[in-house]
């Protein structure tokens, strides 16, 4: 396990994000071109539609000198996944790409900004909202919301990229904060052989003891229960229950990067410190003094983006295929 001290400067970061490049294919009917500010806001018809099927708008391609946007639509199991691509211009290779999921309680908004600052890079990446969600674009309740359907989500989505004709289908990592850093790690350990390496950012491995502590047994468990300020529904803290985190991240076996700041009052940073010191191949990046809140992307943004790319890029300097 490698350690080091988060700090608000791009030259005190070493973690690894892939140094590979690829050209924009051919993409037929699997997306949909939209300028940046529809991404955010336009839904589309999300009834009826299957894996890769998207209604052309004839929308404007959203493109900046270096990557353009488009909305993807994925299906899991007739419910419509909302989300939003970055793809590099300018090459005719394969290009290594970068899934991101956002927290509990938001959409893909929260991460987005990493997935711009990743696309700048030459990584496409992937934004999406998780079905169940207040505000969500993708279909689903919140109260049959759960981590198993979120991590069923992010399968859905990953089946879907790797379709696409213009992605290395050998360079794909998954990036999730908080319980998309959990509902990331379960996903990665069941899909060890596609995903290359993993970035969490202040993974929420507290909810497994979370859910124990309100609990005796899951026949306790109401029919709904709040958590965080959210009314949640039976399925979530059933789900969890047997989900012991640390256990099922034992076996992906691959690069970790792991970022949590101390003053996170959400998830106690002692939850990261357990996991770099118990599992291999992890580069952890948190440490006293450090002004990374909870979700704070003004605060570790641009710090946070900065160090996926570094991680990325030195993890394909390594690992050359």
């Given at each position: 396990?490698?350690?080091?001290?988060?700090?608000m400067?791009?030259?005190?970061?070493?973690?690894f994000?892939?140094?590979?490049?690829g050209?924009?294919?051919n993409?037929?009917n699997?997306?949909?071109?939209?300028?940046?500010?529809?991404?955010?806001?336009?839904?589309?018809?999300?009834?009826?539609?299957?894996?890769?099927?998207?209604?052309?708008?004839?929308?404007?391609?959203?493109?900046?000198?270096e990557y353009?946007?488009?909305e993807i639509?994925?299906?899991?199991?007739?419910?419509?996944?909302?989300?939003?691509?970055?793809?590099?211009?300018?090459?005719?290779?394969?290009?290594?790409?970068?899934?991101?999921?956002?927290?509990?309680?938001?959409?893909?908004?929260?991460?987005?900004?990493?997935?711009?600052?990743l696309?700048?890079?030459?990584y496409?990446?992937?934004?999406?909202?998780?079905?169940?969600?207040?505000?969500?674009?993708?279909?689903?309740?919140?109260?049959?919301?759960?981590?198993?359907?979120?991590?069923?989500?992010?399968?859905?989505?990953?089946?879907?990229?790797?379709?696409?004709?213009?992605v290395?289908?050998?360079?794909?990592?998954?990036?999730?904060?908080?319980?998309?850093?959990?509902?990331?790690?379960?996903?990665a350990?069941?899909?060890?052989?596609?995903?290359?390496?993993?970035?969490?950012?202040?993974?929420?491995f507290?909810?497994?003891?979370?859910v124990?502590?309100?609990?005796?047994?899951?026949?306790?468990?109401?029919?709904?229960?709040?958590?965080?300020?959210?009314r949640?529904?039976?399925?979530?803290?059933?789900?969890?229950?047997?989900?012991?985190?640390?256990e099922?991240?034992?076996?992906?076996r691959?690069d970790?990067?792991l970022?949590?700041?101390?003053?996170?009052?959400?998830?106690?940073v002692?939850?990261?410190?357990?996991?770099?010191?118990?599992?291999?191949?992890?580069?952890?990046?948190?440490?006293?003094?450090?002004?990374?809140?909870?979700?704070?992307?003004?605060?570790?943004?641009?710090?946070?983006?900065h160090?996926?790319?570094?991680?990325?890029?030195?993890?394909?300097?390594?690992?050359?295929?």
């Amino acid at each position: 396990m490698r350690r080091t001290i988060l700090v608000m400067a791009f030259g005190m970061s070493r973690l690894f994000i892939l140094n590979a490049c690829g050209s924009v294919g051919n993409k037929g009917n699997t997306l949909e071109t939209v300028t940046s500010q529809s991404a955010e806001k336009n839904t589309g018809d999300q009834s009826g539609r299957s894996s890769g099927q998207v209604a052309h708008a004839g929308q404007e391609v959203a493109k900046t000198a270096e990557y353009e946007t488009k909305e993807i639509h994925v299906d899991k199991e007739g419910m419509d996944i909302y989300g939003v691509v970055h793809i590099p211009s300018g090459t005719e290779e394969k290009m290594p790409v970068v899934i991101m999921s956002h927290e509990l309680g938001a959409t893909l908004d929260r991460v987005k900004g990493y997935g711009e600052a990743l696309a700048k890079e030459g990584y496409v990446t992937v934004c999406f909202d998780f079905c169940g969600r207040w505000g969500s674009r993708s279909d689903g309740e919140l109260l049959n919301m759960s981590v198993l359907t979120e991590k069923a989500d992010l399968e859905a989505v990953l089946e879907e990229v790797k379709q696409w004709d213009f992605v290395d289908t050998d360079s794909i990592y998954l990036m999730g904060n908080s319980q998309g850093g959990l509902v990331t790690a379960l996903t990665a350990s069941e899909h060890r052989e596609e995903i290359r390496a993993v970035i969490l950012i202040y993974p929420a491995f507290s909810i497994y003891d979370e859910v124990h502590g309100m609990f005796g047994s899951p026949d306790e468990i109401p029919e709904t229960h709040s958590l965080l300020g959210l009314r949640l529904g039976n399925r979530y803290f059933v789900d969890i229950w047997d989900l012991e985190p640390y256990e099922r991240i034992r076996e992906y076996r691959k690069d970790i990067l792991l970022i949590h700041g101390n003053r996170d009052s959400i998830v106690p940073v002692s939850y990261s410190d357990k996991l770099a010191e118990t599992i291999d191949h992890v580069e952890y990046h948190g440490e006293s003094g450090d002004p990374l809140l909870h979700g704070a992307w003004n605060w570790g943004g641009p710090f946070l983006a900065h160090s996926q790319r570094v991680f990325i890029r030195e993890d394909h300097n390594r690992n050359k295929v």
